[in-house]
């Protein structure tokens, strides 16, 4: 424990694991290395105090007092009690601090004697880059900044927002001044009394220009329904006002400007309370400024205008200020206005043009990612705003809109998307008001009545497609085609704050609702495409998580892909076909018909064909309608975009013949004889899985079927029957028919890979069987060269789990060769790709496991490797620095449990263990 702290730190601490670590790094590498950090827990649920004992066992100037809970007030006590520090200051643990921040702070405070030195501060965003962060110059008013003074001379230091994390006070001063925090319950306002107590004693201060704490300004909570927090604003102002009459020549300049702060604390506290409970807070604001104002406290001069006329009219006509500000308590019509695609400044705009259409009897939320500065600046801006509300408290998560419908206070809710703000304002307020069903000009509409309330309709999405399902087809059609996409907004994955289940749920609710329609297919059908971009933004909310959390909501996620499908209602042979051909489909007109021509012509005709589209919003759905229309033996479904992995065991499922074969959508079969040539071969020798030659079909068209000696596996010469061990590749996969017994038990299935599912699904259906069959015939064109392959970190993560599943299970089954193939693709063929993410916790953390569980003998027995150890040179570059760069890299990504599997890595490496 350090003997003589400069300044001790204090981070009060309930339940914000999320956040805690980036809080703790920046404050243990402060390049002013004389502090104790005091880490007060107040009674967290989650893992804070596991995170900060480990951070005490590594760094002796963290101190911990672990505590139930009883609030923040008391908290910030007890770690000021404790505090041996020459000066305190205070990092709330959802932020953090630039590393020079109190090396800067203290050489002021030490260097001109003062007892407080405060700076501005930095918003923060989370997901974004801290050099992203913007200087918010909170003391700009004071007008005194690098100077030297006593607060009293300059009480504007006093109506600046309080911010005590900006600061370090001098604690002999605090404790001299009794300086402390009002332990009320929770963690509401107990800056106000703390701030105003610390300046009001201080005799020298000084301000500076920079910022050095990153605030989050993304974690706010919303409206506050706890009724035990509904007056502490008000008995920190009672504090306020006690401390100062302390001193009685101080107080006969500060007593005129309490009121202009209180006012502002007040208001602030009503806007973010409930509706229920800003009815019961309202009276106790305009009787305390009414004494305020009877006792002559009120000077016009501390006062804009603007701020005096409203504070008049509060306390001169109660109920009409409320109603004007606050809107009907008991409001006819909930209306949710979505402005998620437009800018603040169209939303504005947009907001105060519909307002003046609609009922004064309304209640109206702004649905956007801006909803609380809209409806501030709104509000602030301009008279009449009384019926906006942010949309705090009704949604619950961005992606599909979810909401508390107990949120909307009227019986009756409407909906509003706006995309333009050159809308037509009178149509849409019209039937937002109940007149009409629904509103459309073609980029903007509204809907009445919407069943936000029922059972399988807790988003703006799928309320709104119950909504529009009801209309008829032409009408549809009048709406954007965007319609779904305009009611939610993407958002960074850091800031769901382990809400993505809600989205997954949220999702399959939708899809449940579409499928389970008794509508028209056309009406169904084209519902199903306007909806396929909201899925495909939880995709990619998916693909960006954090390896922690994608691991735990996998199972849930591809859970996606056993919602119903849409089956398209053509004539489809009732016969029991003996073959099954699966084609899933997913953007490929261009290269579809060719593919089905050569489907459709084989001269083998006993077989069905099930198309099932993957989502496709190219037009590829139409051509398959098309096929459908014209052949009997073909059937069409379609899914919501899950993987090609997804579609073909759905294929898979629905399969009605004895033996299956696969195709994909861009290639095509080698000649008109393929499935005779491979049934005929099948029934010879009675095997499950058969296969023959595969070609390349490149760009020019010309077809590559000569092969060097690594790919040579393509190339079928004899009939044989290939056992296990002899198996030197998991690549082919699509040139084999399968008998459809491999997949009685569901077993053998393609995982929902965006990468090597298919060596996944072709090493199961060997492990099933035992062994394959291959004959000297073309039967595959599989095309190149058409398309890049974007190495994601969501597809380099599934890259890993795919080789390092085949990994296993070569060793397992003794398929020697085939583990030295996959082997050497981590330093071949995938290198630069994992390279590429290798900081990414997912692809760090299988990579360190798959390299602890290389089988070093196998390796060296069937190759030309001869060193000891076989290692994976993604994760080491440079052999001679090869423990050195795992050790870095296991820092950098601490908190991954990676982190021992690498330190166990380490030791075996450097000779330690």
Not at 125 to 148: F, P
Not at 525 to 548: E, I, N, P, T
Not at 707 to 722: A, K, L, Q
Not at 794 to 802: A, E, F, I, K, T
Request: one cysteine or more; glycine letters at 6%.
């Amino acid at each position: 424990m350090l003997k003589n702290p400069k300044v001790s730190i204090l981070v009060p601490i309930c339940n914000v694991e999320r956040y805690l670590r980036e809080c703790l790094n920046s404050l243990v590498n402060q390049t002013l290395r004389e502090i104790e950090i005091i880490c007060i827990n107040d009674g967290s649920t989650d893992s804070s105090l596991s995170i900060i004992r480990e951070y005490e066992r590594r760094d002796e100037r963290i101190v911990v007092i672990d505590k139930p809970n009883s609030g923040y007030g008391d908290s910030m006590n007890k770690g000021i009690e404790l505090a041996r520090g020459e000066y305190i200051g205070i990092v709330e643990s959802d932020d953090f601090a630039s590393l020079n921040m109190f090396e800067t702070l203290y050489k002021e405070a030490a260097k001109n004697d003062l007892d407080i030195v405060r700076s501005n501060y930095y918003a923060h965003r989370t997901g974004e880059d801290s050099s992203c962060d913007y200087l918010v110059e909170n003391l700009a008013a004071c007008g005194s900044y690098d100077k030297v003074f006593h607060p009293i001379d300059n009480p504007r230091v006093f109506m600046c927002q309080p911010a005590i994390w900006t600061s370090i006070y001098k604690k002999s001063m605090i404790d001299k001044e009794e300086v402390r925090f009002l332990p009320t319950p929770g963690a509401s306002f107990q800056d106000t009394a703390f701030y105003f107590k610390a300046f009001y004693a201080a005799d020298r201060v000084k301000l500076l220009k920079d910022g050095y704490l990153h605030y989050r300004i993304d974690n706010a909570n919303s409206s506050v329904k706890n009724q035990n927090k509904l007056f502490c604003v008000c008995d920190e102002y009672a504090a306020v006002w006690d401390y100062a009459k302390r001193d009685h020549d101080k107080f006969q300049i500060i007593k005129y400007w309490i009121p202009r702060q209180q006012y502002e604390g007040y208001l602030w506290n009503l806007n973010r309370l409930a509706p229920e409970l800003q009815q019961r807070f309202y009276p106790r604001y305009v009787e305390e400024f009414s004494k305020i104002k009877a006792a002559g406290l009120i000077d016009s001069d501390r006062f804009d205008s603007r701020t005096l006329a409203r504070l008049n009219r509060m306390t001169n006509d109660s109920e009409a200020y409320f109603l004007e500000q606050y809107g009907s308590t008991e409001p006819r019509r909930s209306i949710l206005v979505c402005c998620n695609a437009l800018s603040v400044t169209d939303a504005k705009t947009s907001m105060r043009a519909l307002l003046d259409k609609l009922s004064n009897d309304d209640e109206v939320f702004v649905v956007s990612p801006d909803s609380d500065s809209l409806v501030f600046e709104l509000k602030n801006e301009f008279e009449g705003m009384g019926r906006l509300r942010s949309d705090a408290d009704v949604v619950q998560h961005r992606l599909l809109g979810h909401c508390d419908a107990d949120a909307c206070r009227a019986e009756n809710i409407s909906i509003v998307a706006l995309a333009a703000r050159d809308a037509n304002f009178d149509d849409l307020a019209a039937t937002a008001d109940g007149e009409d069903a629904y509103s459309t000009d073609g980029k903007n509409y509204a809907l009445r009545d919407v069943e936000l309330r029922a059972e399988g309709s807790s988003t703006l999405v799928t309320s709104a497609l119950r909504a529009i399902s009801k209309l008829d087809l032409n009408q549809i059609k009048r709406l954007p085609d965007n319609w779904a996409s305009l009611l939610c907004s993407p958002c960074a994955p850091e800031a769901w704050a382990g809400g993505f289940d809600i989205a997954i749920d949220d999702a399959k609710e939708m899809a449940c609702c579409l499928f389970d329609m008794s509508e028209p297919y056309e009406k169904v059908r084209l519902l199903y495409g306007q909806l396929l971009s909201v899925w495909s933004s939880v995709r990619k909310g998916y693909s960006a998580l954090d390896w922690d959390q994608a691991c735990r909501l996998r199972e849930r996620y591809y859970s996606m892909a056993s919602v119903d499908a849409l089956f398209t209602p053509h004539a489809y042979a009732d016969n029991s076909p003996f073959l099954s051909v699966v084609v899933p489909v997913y953007n490929v007109s261009e290269y579809l018909e060719e593919c089905l021509d050569s489907v459709l012509q084989q001269s083998f005709k006993d077989f069905e064909v099930l198309l099932v589209n993957d989502g496709s919003t190219d037009g590829s759905l139409d051509l398959l309608e098309e096929v459908a229309s014209r052949d009997s033996r073909v059937r069409v479904l379609s899914q919501f975009n899950c993987g090609a992995g997804s579609a073909r065991n759905r294929g898979i499922e629905l399969a009605r013949g004895k033996r299956l074969i696969f195709i994909d959508p861009d290639d095509k079969f080698a000649t008109d004889h393929v499935f005779f040539d491979l049934l005929d071969a099948m029934d010879r020798s009675g095997a499950l899985i058969c296969g023959g030659s595969l070609s390349l079909l490149k760009p020019s068209g010309k077809i590559k079927s000569e092969f060097s000696f690594d790919e040579s596996f393509y190339h079928v010469s004899c009939e044989r029957e290939v056992p296990l061990e002899q198996i030197w590749t998991d690549y082919g996969w699509i040139r084999f028919m399968y008998d459809s017994s491999l997949f009685v038990d569901g077993k053998v299935r393609f995982p929902q890979l965006n990468w090597y599912e298919d060596p996944v699904f072709f090493l199961r259906a060997l492990e099933k069987a035992g062994c394959c069959k291959v004959v000297p015939v073309d039967v595959y064109h599989y095309r190149v060269g058409y398309k890049e392959t974007e190495w994601t970190v969501g597809r380099v993560r599934d890259m890993l789990w795919g080789m390092g599943h085949n990994l296993a299970i070569a060793d397992g089954l003794k398929m020697r060769e085939l583990y030295v193939t996959i082997a050497n693709r981590f330093n071949r063929d995938y290198a630069d790709a994992i390279l590429k993410q290798i900081k990414d916790p997912g692809v760090y953390e299988q990579l360190v496991a798959i390299q602890a569980s290389i089988n070093h003998g196998l390796i060296k027995d069937c190759s030309a490797y001869d060193e000891p150890y076989y290692y994976l040179l993604p994760l080491y570059g440079d052999r001679k620095k090869r423990a050195v760069a795992v050790e870095r890299l296991a820092h950098r990504i601490a908190e991954s449990k990676a982190y021992v599997s690498a330190q166990r890595l380490i030791y075996k490496l450097t000779g330690r263990g």
